[in-house]
């Protein structure tokens, strides 16, 4: 009986000798149970259901629900199927993007719940399907700066980091969309750009580059495949992600421009690739560079760009990103600071160009382009003060201009864009710093030994097959 | 030329000498001809389009469509690839999850056809996109079964349990929310109580626990991340699971409820799976009790549980969930019940959670909680009778109430919730018994032998490297 | 230094001296960077946002973005890992179907434009959601003639076919809707029909039937796990597919139609397979021929057909496409044509059993069918001619029939629909002939070694465990 017993347990657990676990990971467990317990407290003492929007049909007969549908998924599957391309850290990219991307989730309703609150004197704040999908948005940040960190940090650190990039990425996004009122309708300024950043902050301060000694970080040829699940679902529904929340003929614009920015980062991709890689295909840059588009084109996607302009938009993308995996990347990492999955290609640099795109767009938008009043629609800045006799004279609609605007200029607004950018890129860069600190505290679980590092072994109880697909 | 088409059979076909193929096999498939050709003429007797309901925008704006969608994505990619988990099961637990569901859908359209047509004394009934939904409800319920029995059962007698089982399922369902009117917006106590119980009925008839001695229950590193493709899929698209068929505001509820629940308890799920693994994550965990809160959230998912209650019911089921998998379930496959997907951590303890949290939502319910008399839209029930005086100061809206009600107190209407918890888990139980007896007849295909258990090989062709996986 | 520059190049890089890179790939990358180019430019000139359709929700309350979205998915996950079944070119079964199909959108964008721009007499295009989806449909076309020669023709080849197919598949739709007014719904007709059988002219002007001899071209047991998700993503979207494009209660039939037509296929498939199997399921009729059903109801999905006779279409697909599989393919591999996913079972003889259906179809329509007037709703073309006295009898909504129409008898609409096939098959053969001989232009690259075939190597950087896969 004994023995039996024995044998129903081998089916599921393996001795594991070679890595011990250390007991501050019993220590992490507690805290994060009395996190989320914080958690629901102050859900309980904050929030209430939003029930008068319901689900939320846009007034262009769009459905929000199912576009925070499609985002979702491309959190969970998107993100968390891109990462498990590394051979021995698949139960680590779908496993602990899971956890992360739930309590990022939590944390961040609170976060951008009392932000939103505290901008409008109030004191708690309602749910509704737009508080989940804004709270996805901010879990992409995190998620993008686990790609920078995967396999060389441990489940604890992953959770303290989480913990105060929320925060800080959403004080980032207040400051840049209600203070400087810089426009991103993809997210690629305060969620690409700041996410990216923050990442490779934490990874410069937790490791520096010891980790390119691992023999770990490379893939199988399954493990390619699983994958590339992660990049079509991020390359499908990158449409919902940047018109989500896009208003009227914006949110037209925001699908096609994305779909069309996104075909074309294929597109230019596998031309690349095909050079660079002597004649060969290189999963590394189809699993990730045909994605930058969606970047690229995110905090211009509902403007007047012009289809042939989102095309242009992730041409470029594109290219710069596999000439980052191909050529940028692996001498950073030797360096400078290592990026796992390369999210400065991905995220960062086509960020920055969005950011960029966004700054020439605003600074040479006019009312003719907009149809006329149509341009204070997508740039509210721009409505004259409401004394002034421009005001008067554009003779705009009572109910959505009654307070006037800022009267910016085209020129003014597109330098309001560039100063989000820079304050997105210290906000990250500090913010990732100081976090990357605090997750090198004694306290917290650190994954110092190579050996440790890009594999399942020492986070997951592992199958009978799993030493032997090392040594294949 | 006679060797070349040897060669070229060779690439589909593999000798498996092993495994005979009993002629009950080939009888089967003409019985599944003749059902699939009855259920062809009775669907020409008794069906019509609802031509009137179109696509069916819900009245506050939802998509009935989409969320259709979302649930029958849960059938094929969730509970298909949940299962994959096994290591040399794949295709049975993908492909017969596929033929069951697939069959299932065509006779519940059938039966829950009659069901409602007998309630409402009409011969026939009409089809649309809430027929198919409610068809993949019932498909759920089976699959569940299919849970606790998979890798046990010939594909005969997964098709005898569907059969039946669709028919005690609906049965029950009615008496539930026709005759006991009790809710259950999730279908928590009507599919995934019933589900779990019919299926543990069936396995303790069917075998008991000799299946323990198989050394092909467990899992490999890549069935493991397959399996994780279903966990993901059913995580994302639980909200639409439990809201589709909810109204109003309700809707809205259950989709706040459902996304905090289900990320409550893979929290929670993370948490215990760590400290009851000695500092290490189980797998078995992550794949399934991650979800519990989707299901514990069910029967309660549109009602006024406020978001920390609803993050409150997920916490406990994923702790809940976890303990059982990692506690109960090995005790019990070895004593008394084999359960090879542990149905009863995932849908049995979280369906009673729910079950028994709706009889509390219910007997606490009070028209100051749901804004006066919006209560009586979620208990209908309780909506004095017409003749009350009640009835007559509520100054209801005379369309919906004309008839008046049943008059319930609340407490009434949770004890009635029980009632339903009670006649489903004897509908279940006695159904899975007789069920488990009809499948043990000798004209249908018994799985006798142990090294034909939880493996491919007797049921499909195989690729030449399927025998090597073994030794792996 | 220089040595772990080594080491760090070898994680991604694997020498692969067997297949050395033909000069000629590298030119292709050039030609292709300029086809992209060029299309960029003639998007410039030719393209606008079409900004007043918003995203377009239908009359009946559909969201047409979801609908879109679902059928954007069939094209690169159901596609894209339907193909992963061959066990050595997995990266080329997802990775070439995303960069087609990428092509495919934006080259089709233009054609499709243009041509519809040309009916109209006018000079420019614009674009929205409707646009977006056109050109998925088309790219449906290609990733089925893909099918047909996957693994034994150049990414440059590839590219070509893609390039003429786009043209010729456009013109022969607009020939067959614009022209013979032919009506086809769910595209079996006018994409599955004339993709299949250009598909199989390229294929038998490329290498006829030599490739037979490669021992690569089977899979292994996670490869099939793989396409499975290609197959269950196809089968659960397929509604969307025939019904994104209908109308009012043509949209409600035609989710109804697939729904059951597929799930009929899936049940007869299951069937078949066992008989043919010799009791035992192969992995290619489930991943296949499940799907007939979806195919073969696609040009009547939105017809008065009835339940019963939908899941009549669906079970006599699944039977044919099955038996196909089984004895057809084998045979025509071997003598006439190769085919490797055995696109003629899946699409071509589907796509012809539905022709006839619609054929059948239209010559039996009557108004009493379709509840009087709403039969000119779906059979525009047997609107009685403006003058005629049944015009006037008939008192048809001014709005929609101000013209009149041709006066079309039911046989004769029937009798168009039949022309419509065989315009569409001389297309699809002459096309795929000739298209054949420009790819076997000696300035393209050609796939001549049996050893090149079915595999990955040649076109792509390899994994380190990838050579060990193939001794498996």
Same mark, same amino acid.
């Given at each position: ?93 779908v496993g602990l993007n899971f956890i992360i991307a ?110 390119i000694e691992s023999t770990k970080e490379s893939s ?68 990730? *560079? !045909? ?6 084109? #995110?905090?211009? =996607?509902? $403007? /007047?760009?012009?289809?042939?302009? &989102?095309? +242009? ?84 609609? *009572? !109910? ?6 800022? #009267?910016?200029? =085209?020129? $003014? /607004?597109?330098?309001?864009?560039? &100063?989000? +950018? ?51």
């Amino acid at each position: 009986m004994e023995e039996r017993r024995q044998t129903i347990e081998y089916k599921f657990l393996r001795q594991n000798t070679h890595h011990p676990v250390p007991k501050k990971r019993f220590t992490f467990a507690i805290y994060l149970g009395l996190f989320h317990l914080a958690f629901m407290v102050l859900m309980g003492f904050f929030t209430k259901y939003n029930l008068g929007d319901g689900v939320s049909a846009g007034k262009n007969g769009s459905n929000l629900y199912a576009m925070f549908m499609d985002v979702h998924s491309m959190m969970f599957i998107g993100f968390g199927f891109l990462m498990t391309f590394l051979k021995r850290y698949g139960y680590g990219a779908v496993g602990l993007n899971f956890i992360i991307a739930a309590y990022v989730l939590e944390w961040s309703i609170l976060i951008r719940g009392w932000l939103e609150a505290g901008i409008h004197g109030e004191s708690d704040f309602t749910l509704d399907v737009k508080s989940l999908l804004v709270a996805d948005f901010c879990a992409a940040a995190v998620l993008i700066s686990f790609g920078a960190v995967i396999g060389k940090a441990s489940l604890s650190q992953l959770i303290i980091m989480a913990t105060f990039e929320v925060v800080i990425q959403g004080v980032n996004e207040l400051i840049g969309l209600h203070y400087l009122k810089a426009y991103d309708v993809g997210e690629s300024i305060y969620v690409h750009i700041f996410g990216a950043y923050f990442g490779l902050a934490v990874s410069k301060v937790l490791q520096g580059t010891k980790e390119i000694e691992s023999t770990k970080e490379s893939s199988h040829y399954h493990s390619d495949l699983f994958a590339m699940i992660g990049t079509i679902f991020l390359f499908l529904y990158w449409p919902s992600f940047n018109s989500a929340v896009a208003v009227d003929e914006g949110q037209t614009r925001a699908i096609v421009n994305t779909f069309l920015a996104i075909t074309a980062s294929c597109i230019s991709t596998f031309i690349i690739s095909l050079l660079v890689g002597k004649g060969r295909l290189n999963m590394v840059h189809i699993q990730n *560079a !045909t994605l930058a588009g969606g970047v690229a084109v #995110g905090a211009v =996607a509902d $403007m /007047q760009i012009e289809p042939f302009g &989102a095309m +242009i938009i992730g041409t470029v993308a594109g290219i710069l990103s596999t000439l980052g995996f191909q050529f940028l990347t692996p001498r950073l990492n030797e360096s400078f600071v290592h990026d796992t999955c390369g999210v400065n290609n991905l995220h960062g640099m086509p960020g920055l160009l969005s950011g960029i795109a966004s700054a020439i767009v605003a600074a040479t938008a006019t009312r003719d382009k907009y149809n006329g009043n149509r341009l204070y629609t997508f740039y509210p800045s721009r409505v004259p003060s409401l004394n002034s006799t421009e005001f008067a004279n554009l003779s705009l609609d *009572a !109910t959505d201009f009654a307070n006037g605007g800022l #009267g910016r200029t =085209a020129v $003014m /607004q597109g330098g309001y864009q560039l &100063a989000a +950018i820079g304050v997105t890129l210290a906000m990250a860069i500090i913010g990732g710093i100081i976090t990357g600190y605090i997750m090198k505290l004694p306290i917290i679980e650190q994954i110092e030994d190579i050996e440790e590092m890009f594999d399942d072994e020492p986070n997951w109880l592992t199958p009978e097959d799993y030493s032997l697909k090392l040594t294949e």
